[in-house]
């Protein structure tokens, strides 16, 4: 038995919208909205419950290192960050869109790799971009960027990029056309695997009811 409270990491916007309805139907309401406080942990009406808001790429190694004892994140970040130390008991199915490459919509990719040409490739997500192509065959300098992939193709930087896209008008806004879909991604409950075993009693069913709220 344990008693220490069970903290939960979560970035703010669509991840902490999304897991907010699965939180509720596990009997737990968040008391402050990140909007609206510059607070960084936040109550539940849960006293052995807490929030701690970090940012998305950040949850996985909050709760590897045990500052979280559990987070919500996207399989993108989970798959960038390896997911050492971490359990992952469930899809959550939040936050949904698609890992993709896209490129200027006046350049012709497919002739490119046709060719064999060496092609140039900004993303966030090195790792996930350099398994895709080298499984393909095509020869890629990677190059990293932290954000505004969409500007890369448009200025020069790179011919391609390998970027999240969702409704797909962030593409369409830059004149850029999906070429290629990775991944689909969604959103994984990650849990701090030396805490399934010493808050065990307070952890599983917390885990439970949550799974139970995604399969309705
Ligand atoms: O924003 P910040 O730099 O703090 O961090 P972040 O971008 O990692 O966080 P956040 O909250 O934006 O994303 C958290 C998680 O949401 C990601 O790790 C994904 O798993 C998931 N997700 C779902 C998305 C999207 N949909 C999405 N559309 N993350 C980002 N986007 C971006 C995408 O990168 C692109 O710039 O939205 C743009 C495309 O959207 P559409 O609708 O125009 O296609
Ligand atoms: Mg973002």
Redesign the pocket.
């Known amino acids: 038995m344990n008693n220490a409270p069970l903290t939960l990491a979560l970035?703010?916007?669509?991840?902490f919208e999304e897991t907010l309805p699965l939180l509720r139907a596990a009997g737990i309401e968040v008391l402050e909205d990140p909007e609206k406080t510059r607070k960084l942990i936040l109550p539940t009406n849960r006293p052995d419950v807490r929030v701690v808001l970090v940012?998305?790429?950040d949850v996985p190694t909050y709760v590897q290192y045990g500052g979280a004892d559990l987070g919500v994140?996207?399989?993108?970040?989970l798959l960038e960050h390896g997911g050492d130390g971490l359990y992952q008991p469930l899809d959550l199915n939040i936050?949904?869109?698609r890992m993709s490459v896209a490129v200027r919509d006046d350049f012709d990719y497919a002739a490119q790799v046709k060719q064999g040409y060496r092609l140039r490739v900004a993303t966030k997500y090195t790792t996930v971009a350099r398994q895709h192509f080298a499984d393909k065959g095509v020869h890629v300098d990677l190059i990293k960027l932290y954000?505004s992939?969409?500007l890369a193709p448009l200025t020069g930087l790179a011919d391609a990029i390998v970027?999240?896209?969702?409704?797909?008008?962030?593409?369409v806004a830059n004149h850029l056309i999906e070429v290629e879909q990775i991944m689909d991604?969604?959103?994984r409950l990650v849990v701090n695997q030396a805490a399934l075993k010493l808050k065990r009693d307070a952890l599983r069913p917390l885990i439970d009811a949550i799974s139970a709220a995604v399969q309705r």
């Open positions: 970035s703010k916007g669509r991840i940012r998305a790429t994140a996207g399989k993108d970040v936050a949904k869109c954000g992939m969409e970027d999240l896209v969702s409704t797909g008008k962030t593409l991604i969604s959103s």
